[in-house]
């Protein structure tokens, strides 16, 4: 069964702290692997990776994807408090005629930073 | 505001009861989607549509669970006889079909009493 495992579950550091939140995944077919922000409201996208050792920024967010080893990484430098969320992996399933197929999601990270 | 909207924001209902929600994707996506959320959890997959058409469905989307899409511009997702187990967060999503860059709408809160 397709399956996407995020760890830790929650994460709690200070304003200043970097951080690595993980993701693993066992899905047939991949395809792309996104990363979402969600606080208390619906998930706001961050990264689609793709292909293998290839980081994607996005000012204090990185994100690289090892698909030898089936995982990828979520790293946050300098967190701030406005960074509290749950932070969701998700790889797109299988799909139907070839065409993009539906997201499995983790149950996600759940990041507080104190000030 | 031109993104993903969904109406009702909440809706309360007994048990037992019907229930439809509504989602109008971003104007030029072809593909929407619907995902189930519920406390702790991931959002959960249920169905989606490549412009009117359902091409996938969730084992989890039950008898008393249906979608439609009637002219591939928003799509209602209907409940029938809800039940407690129901009582979750509905998310709609859309994405224009070239990637899979899935674009969330604010979701609807059900809470079946």
Redesign the interface.
């Known amino acids: 069964e397709d399956k996407?495992v995020q760890s830790p579950l929650s994460l709690v550091v200070h304003e200043g702290d970097t951080v690595t939140l993980n993701c693993s995944y066992e899905v047939t077919n991949f395809?792309?692997l996104?990363w979402?922000k969600q606080e208390k409201?619906?998930?706001?996208?961050l990264f689609?990776l793709t292909s293998s050792g290839i980081e994607k920024k996005s000012g204090r967010l990185s994100s690289i994807l090892d698909k030898k080893e089936l995982f990828s990484i979520l790293n946050i430098t300098a967190t701030q408090t406005g960074d509290s969320a749950v932070y969701?992996c998700?790889v797109?399933?299988p799909n139907?005629?070839g065409?993009?197929?539906?997201?499995?999601?983790?149950?996600?990270t759940k990041l507080s930073v104190k000030p | 505001d031109t993104g993903v909207s969904q109406d009702p924001r909440h809706k309360i209902t007994k048990r037992g009861q019907n229930v439809t929600f509504r989602c109008d994707p971003i104007s030029e996506h072809n593909r929407l989607y619907w995902y189930r959320q519920t406390l702790g959890q991931g959002p959960e997959f249920l169905t989606y549509f490549q412009n009117e058409a359902q091409l996938e469905k969730s084992r989890l989307l039950s008898d008393r669970f249906s979608a439609e899409r009637p002219k591939g511009s928003f799509s209602t997702l209907e409940i029938q006889r809800t039940e407690q187990g129901d009582s979750a967060m509905y998310l709609c999503a859309s994405t224009p079909g070239r990637v899979n860059e899935q674009f969330f709408g604010p979701g609807t809160r059900l809470t079946v009493l």
């Open positions: 996407v395809r792309s996104l979402y409201k619906a998930p706001t996208f689609m969701l998700a797109e399933g139907y005629g065409s993009q197929g539906n997201l499995i999601f983790g149950k996600g």
